[in-house]
């Protein structure tokens, strides 16, 4: 397969993008810059026939999408139907040419694209959990290859599946406690929140509050010092409140 002249720039330009996806879905909200990033990939990966770079970019794309989704939803509205639309076909279009590319962890990353459209705007576990499985079933390879955020995200959300659907608290903490740990192996401040949040809210449903107000405290506390957006920071401290109250309920 062709990846043609610059393969290094266009690599250099999607971690560039990805890197301005994370800062825009944890601290801005503002999504410009990564969308004509990937944009940019991905005009260069289709005169050059880099199929991996093109699948990357749509990949890239199809999550910028996602994250606009999810700010509508955050902000109590419903997202255009449109804008699900072509979140769709982009992340169907990433995960067709990660599989003609035999790209594992790739094509992980594409099913769990997949499984976010059907999860979170479509609200349809059954319609997500075939992709999240098989992402799951390559979830070793995406670690092996570095790439600790996505598999961490795998990990999640399996979690939110036995914390939310097919109801295992007990289950949902050891997945949740495993993508966590994945965050923190990784080191970025602005993801480590959620995944406290996470394990918080799953701690809490098996009947750990104390525990879970202890990670919650952690999750507020980092989510105010590394800047993260208002409604983040706001879930957390939402949370941690729920946990306290949780505790105090508690018989003694």
Excluded: N
Aim: proline content about 4%.
């Amino acid at each position: 397969m062709r990846t043609g002249p610059g393969a290094s720039l266009r690599a250099s330009l999607c971690g560039a993008a990805e890197e301005a996806l994370a800062s825009a879905a944890f601290c801005t909200g503002e999504f410009g810059e990564p969308e004509r990033l990937f944009g940019q990939v991905l005009t260069m990966a289709e005169q050059h026939a880099d199929r991996k770079a093109e699948a990357r970019a749509l990949g890239g794309l199809g999550m910028v999408r996602h994250h606009r989704c999810i700010a509508a939803l955050v902000a109590g509205g419903t997202p255009d139907d449109a804008d699900v639309t072509a979140e769709a076909e982009l992340m169907s279009g990433a995960l067709a040419i990660w599989r003609e590319t035999g790209d594992a962890v790739g094509t992980a990353r594409g099913l769990f694209g997949m499984g976010l459209v059907h999860q979170v705007l479509h609200r349809d576990w059954a319609a997500a959990m075939p992709y999240y499985w098989q992402a799951y079933g390559l979830a070793e390879a995406v670690e092996d290859s570095g790439d600790l955020y996505a598999c961490s995200e795998i990990h999640r959300h399996l979690g939110f599946y036995y914390l939310i659907e097919d109801v295992r608290p007990a289950e949902a903490v050891r997945r949740l406690g495993y993508s966590l740990a994945l965050r923190e192996r990784l080191g970025d401040p602005r993801r480590i929140p959620s995944g406290l949040v996470a394990l918080g809210e799953a701690e809490c449903a098996a009947r750990q509050p104390q525990r879970a107000v202890e990670l919650l405290t952690r999750a507020a506390r980092l989510a105010r010092k590394a800047g993260l957006l208002p409604w983040r920071i706001q879930d957390a401290e939402r949370s941690l409140l729920e946990a306290k109250a949780a505790v105090a309920a508690t018989p003694r």
